[in-house]
């Protein structure tokens, strides 16, 4: 690959909350990233902050990204929300033969960068999204589980976060999906539900908690990873925004217009804090089970990870370590078919048992 003989990657989106996260992490193990975003004013003052470079420049100017990915090996792009920016960032990695990792959670980009793996391996070049919370743990999870039972036919995933919260950016990136209600995946095919179609009550190992189904990013890539068919994700939420979300049942077509969700985003940002708070990041934590069956047989296996945010930065940081090693698979990846079902026992305060 072009380039070969660098040594650095770029930060894309690097002064968004989550990107404010993966700058300190990578810093702290020593990489020095090339940031780069569209607000010049805060690149500035993050760069300075760490002595670092910066390139200022919106993602729609092709000649200016295009140049930006010269200087790297690779770019961790983390400017959502995905579905507006995914494609103009991963056809650059092609044009230019550079490494493409993400920290998106959406089903959209997810399925269409596997589309592109044809691409990607004439390029010589890896892409693989999902490399924070979602999907990182979960796709690990499911591989490991899947291992363990061959021809398995049907996946169930449980997530539940305590102690954590939400980013603008993530709330952001929901009201930008808005419209595409709850997916499932079914004998192969993603398809939509409705909103908090189907909910169950699941023990962690504090007493049963209510779940709901989501159109979570496994929906797309446990099927990559694994090759099972049907696939459903289920998530602890509050009851108020459980009520919220059933509510966009019926007022759905208003939220789905452009004006309605960038009034909504304004509203985010003007009254959203930028995410958790420091004490949440470094106490939080998230708890995960992965329930895999053939009919006959069912393997039930459970994860604990670190706050959601701060594994965020754990993992898509030593993505970028072992991509500038020359530690990758090219073509479209999944976490657990790039790196392995235990990448996720490398981080501190990750736990993994069989139930």
Same mark, same amino acid.
């Not at 770029?10 to 780069?36: D, F, H, N, W």
């Not at 079914?186 to 189907?198: F, T, Y």
């Not at 990870?305 to 930065?313: G, I, M, W």
């Given at each position: 690959?072009?380039?070969?003989?660098?040594? $650095?990657?770029?930060? #894309?989106?690097?002064? %968004? #909350?989550? %990107?404010?996260?993966?700058?300190?992490?990578?810093?702290?193990?020593?990489?020095?990233?090339?940031?780069? /975003?569209?607000?010049?004013?805060?690149?500035?003052?993050?760069?300075?902050?760490?002595?670092?470079? #910066?390139?200022? +420049?919106?993602?729609?100017?092709?000649?200016?990204?295009?140049?930006?990915?010269?200087?790297?090996?690779?770019?961790?792009?983390?400017? @959502?929300?995905?579905?507006?920016? #995914?494609?103009?960032?991963?056809?650059?990695?092609?044009?230019?033969?550079?490494?493409?990792?993400?920290?998106?959670?959406?089903?959209?980009? +997810?399925?269409?960068?596997?589309?592109?793996?044809?691409?990607?391996?004439?390029?010589?070049?890896?892409?693989?999204?999902?490399? /924070?919370? !979602?999907?990182?743990?979960?796709?690990?999870?499911?591989?490991?589980?899947? %291992?363990?039972?061959?021809?398995?036919?049907?996946?169930?995933?449980?997530?539940?976060?305590?102690?954590?919260?939400?980013?603008?950016?993530?709330?952001?990136?929901?009201?930008?999906?808005?419209?595409?209600?709850?997916?499932?995946?079914?004998?192969?095919?993603?398809? *939509?539900?409705?909103?908090?179609?189907? *909910?169950?009550?699941? !023990?962690? /190992?504090?007493?049963?908690?209510?779940?709901?189904?989501?159109?979570?990013? !496994?929906? *797309?890539?446990?099927?990559?990873?694994?090759?099972?068919? $049907?696939?459903?994700?289920?998530?602890?939420?509050?009851?108020?925004?459980?009520?919220?979300?059933?509510?966009?049942?019926?007022? @759905?077509?208003?939220?789905?217009?452009?004006?309605?969700?960038?009034?909504?985003?304004?509203?985010?940002?003007?009254?959203?804090?930028? @995410?958790?708070?420091?004490?949440?990041?470094? $106490? &939080? +934590?998230?708890?995960?089970?992965?329930?895999?069956?053939? &009919?006959?047989?069912?393997?039930?296996?459970?994860?604990?990870?670190?706050?959601?945010?701060?594994?965020?930065?754990?993992?898509?940081?030593?993505?970028?370590?072992?991509?500038?090693?020359?530690?990758?698979?090219?073509? +479209?990846?999944?976490?657990?078919?790039?790196?392995?079902?235990?990448?996720?026992? %490398?981080? $501190?305060?990750?736990?993994?048992? !069989?139930?």
């Amino acid at each position: 690959m072009d380039g070969a003989s660098l040594k $650095n990657f770029l930060i #894309y989106g690097s002064y %968004g #909350y989550t %990107g404010k996260l993966i700058v300190e992490q990578a810093v702290k193990e020593g990489l020095r990233p090339l940031l780069a /975003g569209r607000d010049e004013e805060q690149l500035r003052s993050q760069a300075e902050k760490y002595n670092l470079e #910066y390139r200022a +420049f919106p993602i729609s100017d092709s000649a200016a990204l295009d140049a930006a990915l010269m200087e790297v090996v690779a770019v961790l792009h983390c400017a @959502g929300p995905f579905v507006l920016t #995914y494609r103009q960032m991963a056809e650059a990695c092609l044009r230019t033969k550079r490494h493409y990792v993400d920290i998106s959670g959406e089903i959209e980009g +997810f399925e269409a960068l596997a589309a592109m793996d044809g691409d990607a391996q004439r390029a010589g070049i890896m892409l693989l999204p999902g490399g /924070g919370f !979602d999907v990182v743990p979960s796709d690990c999870l499911i591989a490991y589980a899947a %291992g363990k039972l061959s021809g398995a036919t049907h996946l169930e995933l449980f997530i539940k976060s305590i102690g954590g919260g939400v980013s603008r950016g993530t709330a952001r990136s929901g009201i930008e999906n808005s419209q595409r209600q709850g997916r499932i995946r079914r004998d192969g095919k993603i398809i *939509s539900v409705p909103n908090v179609w189907d *909910s169950k009550y699941v !023990d962690f /190992g504090r007493g049963p908690s209510r779940l709901i189904s989501m159109g979570w990013g !496994d929906v *797309s890539t446990a099927y990559h990873s694994t090759g099972i068919p $049907n696939v459903t994700v289920y998530m602890s939420f509050p009851a108020v925004m459980v009520n919220l979300m059933r509510l966009t049942r019926f007022v @759905g077509p208003i939220l789905y217009t452009r004006w309605a969700r960038d009034f909504i985003k304004w509203l985010i940002g003007k009254f959203f804090a930028p @995410g958790p708070s420091r004490k949440q990041n470094e $106490n &939080g +934590f998230s708890l995960l089970i992965a329930e895999v069956t053939d &009919g006959k047989q069912t393997v039930r296996a459970k994860l604990r990870t670190p706050e959601a945010y701060h594994l965020t930065a754990l993992t898509s940081v030593e993505m970028m370590k072992r991509i500038l090693s020359s530690d990758y698979k090219i073509g +479209f990846q999944t976490p657990s078919k790039a790196y392995g079902t235990d990448f996720i026992l %490398g981080f $501190n305060g990750v736990q993994r048992e !069989d139930l």
